[in-house]
């Protein structure tokens, strides 16, 4: 029986792991690397920082949410960004799925410019 339970025990730990390692990684932009197709973010989580490579696919989305500029419209809009159009020391969120030994973005969401 503690056999059966330290199984389980360890069955509900890996499954916590697993959908730990879909969460966002927000975090500041460090570097982006254009020819590796990369962007490097430091990301805080449990008052410990490090630094973080997320790659890129084709089909990632990169995204930032603006004012709409049409004429009685409220609200804000989302407006579609290039990977080199990211800076340094902007935050950003990074929905993400570890493949490998990477994680690789489906959504990169610009959270505040600086």
Avoid at 44 to 69: D, E, L, M, N, Y
Avoid at 88 to 93: A, D
Avoid at 100 to 107: G, I
Wanted: with cysteine.
């Amino acid at each position: 029986m503690s056999r059966f339970m330290a199984v389980a025990l360890s069955g509900l730990c890996w499954l916590g792991s697993a959908i730990a390692d879909e969460a966002p990684i927000s975090g500041i932009v460090k570097f982006v690397d254009l020819a590796a197709q990369t962007l490097t973010l430091e990301s805080t989580a449990r008052g410990k920082t490090r630094q973080v490579v997320v790659h890129f696919k084709p089909g990632t989305r990169i995204v930032k949410f603006i004012r709409s500029a049409e004429p009685g419209e409220t609200g804000f809009v989302e407006q579609a960004l290039t990977l080199a159009e990211l800076k340094p020391g902007w935050i950003v969120s990074a929905e993400a799925r570890h493949e490998r030994d990477k994680e690789v973005a489906d959504v990169v969401k610009v959270v505040l410019e600086r």
